[in-house]
């Protein structure tokens, strides 16, 4: 925020002035008669200015449908709004034990929905004290390991989505799993899914598609609504001989985090309604996949986020 004087009709005006960028790179210039009032009192205004484009933005350049309404699409915005606000002003030290359970609670229930046993205890004995759980799996413990190192790498905005990435996120997770690195050489089938995977020979280029698809839509599209679309079809192809569930749902944190929205959780306790909603999308219907993320970044955002929002 910087002060700038303006002569009207041969009156001068003092202004505060604050420019900001609107996700697709235009800058958007809020401004406000200055009129000696405590600075903090300015910027309070000022943030409600900045929220108020972000969410006109929003509701203006998304498309919008029966699940992602003019009211949904604001109180998405809002919530995203004060994740930002958080990530600027929370102090160092809570910072870093925000994600640390964030790390710990969404390895473990991502691992948990495909099988793996570890408690949350454990999860976060392996990641923070760097221990071996006796009696327990060594691929269930590098699982943990290496599902760390994605999501810390997510929360930095280190992946984006491309071929390259989306196949080092696999290299990282199935590290010392002895599992084939990259895109799948031989068919795999899902036991009880009636949608046959894609073909080897023929992942690179529905991978291309899916790619494409979302570098031309994730301005029309609203970033959650693509993450959901994205999952579904990413699910669909299945690229990966093992690990697709836990890539994919990286995947959605991925467009969410890089997009500025905040990522979520999946639990294990929700794995019925997670695969019910997944075989409609394969049935065509996208509607239950699409509200059931939306649920999820609703409950992530209140259990992670908004403990901490109101205290600053």
Do not use: C
Request: overall charge positive; aromatic content about 12%.
């Amino acid at each position: 925020m910087h002060f700038k004087d303006k002569n009207i009709k041969g009156k001068k005006y003092r202004y505060a002035v604050e420019s900001i960028r609107l996700p697709d790179g235009r800058i958007k210039k809020i401004e406000k008669i200055f009129k000696n009032e405590d600075k903090n009192k300015i910027q309070n205004i000022f943030d409600e200015k900045r929220k108020e484009e972000f969410i006109k933005f929003s509701i203006n350049n998304y498309k919008k449908n029966h699940i992602f309404s003019e009211e949904q699409i604001k109180k998405i915005e809002e919530m995203k709004y004060n994740y930002n606000k958080l990530l600027r002003k929370i102090p160092k030290s809570n910072y870093n034990d925000l994600w640390d359970r964030f790390a710990a609670n969404f390895t473990y229930e991502s691992n948990a929905l495909e099988g793996n046993s570890l408690t949350l205890k454990d999860v976060s004995m392996i990641m923070f004290e760097n221990v071996s759980i006796k009696g327990k799996d060594l691929r269930e413990i590098y699982e943990t390991r290496n599902s760390r190192e994605v999501v810390k790498m997510i929360i930095k905005n280190k992946f984006k989505i491309n071929h390259e990435d989306i196949i080092k996120i696999h290299k990282i997770l199935v590290k010392d799993l002895e599992i084939d690195e990259g895109y799948k050489k031989f068919p795999n089938v899902i036991i009880g899914k009636r949608l046959k995977t894609t073909p080897p020979e023929k992942v690179d280029g529905e991978m291309t598609k899916l790619i494409k698809w979302y570098t031309e839509n994730i301005m029309s599209i609203h970033p959650l609504e693509m993450a959901s679309i994205f999952h579904g079809k990413f699910e669909q192809i299945h690229p990966f001989a093992d690990g697709n569930g836990r890539v994919g749902r990286f995947l959605i944190n991925v467009i969410l985090t890089n997009n500025k929205y905040p990522p979520l959780i999946i639990r294990k306790s929700q794995r019925l309604s997670y695969l019910t909603a997944l075989e409609k999308f394969d049935d065509k219907h996208k509607d239950n996949l699409e509200r059931f993320i939306l649920e999820k970044y609703k409950e992530t955002y209140a259990k992670f986020f908004e403990i901490y929002v109101k205290y600053l």
